[in-house]
């Protein structure tokens, strides 16, 4: 089990975040801290996995709990989930090793995306004390470094990869429903990186009608 401590003043955020744990497999919430003091606490006293990390609190920011976090437990992830987003924050961020930087209000497909991505980068890590594959090993850095710069709200580096690596494998063209169910996804997410990839030229689409005589979009690899 992922162990679990939400770091946010706002007790409603908190519930809602709450509630997205709860729909997860695999995750175990230890405790909510409403504030910079109750969190550090928390960490003294529990075993910690991984804490999703508000950064305006009343008594410290969340970003000035970094340093403090990495030399006393350096064993533990971080999920930002913010409004913040100046700049220094997120340069701060990256600086500490932030797995994700989240900005609120978060939905909860998001919300699933960065906790399986997150949940797969402990598997590969737990998965003996031998040598990491290549393979794995590109996997392991790309969680933690944007392949693309600038990309829109909801749309992620490695998942974005993912669709294109399917588009190309399939030259007869996919619909994002296709799409969804290949990459594990609802098809509403697959239509946004689709649509995306057709936004910046790296895919077509194309209406074509399905059995029974309705028009549905299907998506090509531009090469």
Request: charged residues 30%; aromatic residues 8%; glycine residues 8%.
């Amino acid at each position: 089990m992922i162990k679990i401590i939400i770091a946010e003043d706002d007790y409603r955020i908190a519930q809602i975040h709450e509630a997205f744990i709860e729909r997860i497999d695999g995750l175990d919430l230890v405790g909510k801290a409403k504030n910079a003091e109750e969190t550090i606490e928390m960490l003294n006293m529990h075993e910690v996995d991984l804490i999703l990390l508000d950064i305006y609190m009343p008594d410290r920011l969340g970003t000035d709990l970094l340093h403090q976090i990495r030399s006393d437990y350096p064993g533990v992830d971080i999920i930002m989930i913010t409004a913040a987003k100046e700049k220094p924050f997120i340069r701060k961020a990256m600086e500490y090793g932030v797995f994700r930087y989240l900005i609120k209000p978060l939905q909860l497909e998001e919300f699933t995306e960065a906790i399986e991505e997150y949940k797969k980068f402990k598997e590969i890590l737990n998965e003996d004390e031998g040598e990491i594959e290549a393979g794995h090993l590109q996997k392991l850095f790309s969680y933690n470094l944007k392949e693309e710069k600038n990309l829109p709200t909801g749309i992620d580096s490695i998942t974005l990869g993912k669709v294109v690596e399917l588009i190309e494998m399939r030259p007869e063209g996919l619909t994002s429903e296709q799409v969804g169910s290949e990459m594990g996804a609802s098809r509403t997410t697959a239509r946004r990186y689709l649509e995306y990839l057709v936004g910046t030229g790296k895919a077509r689409a194309e209406s074509v009608y399905g059995i029974v005589g309705r028009p549905e979009r299907k998506y090509f690899h531009s090469k």
